[in-house]
């Protein structure tokens, strides 16, 4: 039912931001809960951060805490990933994700994926 296309990766240095869009088709996307995962190659997919419907439940890996801020315009249909202070351990593909039912930090956890989109950071 969701479609979802993320954008805005690329490559950084050491310290730089970058912010990452998620941008969801449909007019229910305010019913969905959204994340951020991010996989490295030959790692796992790894959470990153979760918002819930309406913004007021947030949640993020404690490796990006401080650092990271996911946000929400349910009015554009698009959930953001905000990325300062980046390390090149943050090099990965990045993931957006949505559920109708919860907010969850595994992936099990949602229906809906988008194609990822590449982070890369340099030292």
């Known amino acids: 039912q969701v479609q979802l296309v993320e954008s805005g990766g690329g490559s950084v240095q050491a310290g730089g931001s970058l912010r990452l869009s998620c941008a969801a088709s449909?007019?229910?996307?305010?019913?969905?809960?959204m994340a951020w995962f991010r996989q490295a190659p030959g790692k796992e997919r790894e959470f990153v951060a979760a918002?819930?419907?309406?913004?007021?439940?947030?949640y993020y890996t404690d490796s990006v805490k401080g650092r990271f801020t996911i946000s929400r315009d349910n009015a554009k249909n698009t959930v953001y990933l905000q990325m300062n202070s980046l390390k090149p351990e943050d090099t990965a593909v990045y993931y957006c994700a949505a559920d109708a039912m919860r907010m969850s930090k595994v992936t099990t956890g949602y229906t809906y994926w988008g194609q990822g989109t590449q982070v890369t950071v340099s030292s």
């Open positions: 918002i819930s419907t309406s913004g007021g439940n947030i």
């Open positions: 449909g007019r229910t996307f305010s019913t969905y809960a």
